[in-house]
């Protein structure tokens, strides 16, 4: 986790997302609320982070020292299959330097990180648009970043 940060170039302060497989990894390392399980029902595997409060076995530094976490079921068959094969959730960020745009193609990440990473997986990148970021523990929810998944889905999911 460290390593993201040093070589994202990322400050501390800012917490990283988690990458599960559903809900029955995401149970394992965070506490659910009832929002949190009708969104992940909805929404995932896609693009929806959604923030909960973490359990202990995620480490402070994912978190930035909060007790919160971000958490994504991701819909791309990479990330998808690392999950699978690890049993373990991932962390989940951009390709980029912090405060520069997400690299696109395989060019942008060799120039970006150079020999800073151990492997770099060639293949389509998902959607341009970043996920929708919720955040459950506040009532009532919160979204923290608009993204592909508009606030009137959101709400229609919350309300059935």
């Known amino acids: 986790v460290q390593r993201i940060y040093q070589v994202k170039q990322r400050p ?3 917490p990283l997302s988690v990458a599960v497989l559903g809900k029955s990894m995401a149970q394992k390392i965070a506490f659910l ?3 949190a399980q009708r969104l992940i029902e909805t929404f995932w595997p896609g693009a929806l982070t959604i923030i909960v409060k ?3 076995v995620i480490p402070h530094v994912v978190t930035a020292g909060t ?4 958490l994504r079921a991701p819909d791309h068959i990479v990330p998808l299959s690392i999950l699978k094969f ?3 959730p991932i962390i989940s960020t951009s390709a980029n330097k912090h405060g520069n745009p997400p690299c696109l193609n395989i060019e942008c990440i060799r120039s970006s ?5 151990d492997l770099i997986i060639e293949g ?3 959607m341009n648009i970043p996920s929708t970021v919720i955040n459950v523990t506040t009532n009532p929810p ?3 970043r608009k993204g592909s998944i508009t606030e009137s889905m959101i709400e229609q999911s919350l309300a059935s």
């Open 86 to 88: 690890s049993e373990i």
């Open 67 to 70: 007790n919160l976490v971000g």
């Open 54 to 56: 973490k359990k202990p």
């Open 113 to 117: 990180f150079g020999d800073q990473v």
């Open 124 to 126: 389509e990148h998902g």
């Open 33 to 35: 609320n009832q929002q």
């Open 142 to 144: 919160v979204i923290v």
């Open 12 to 14: 501390l302060d800012l």
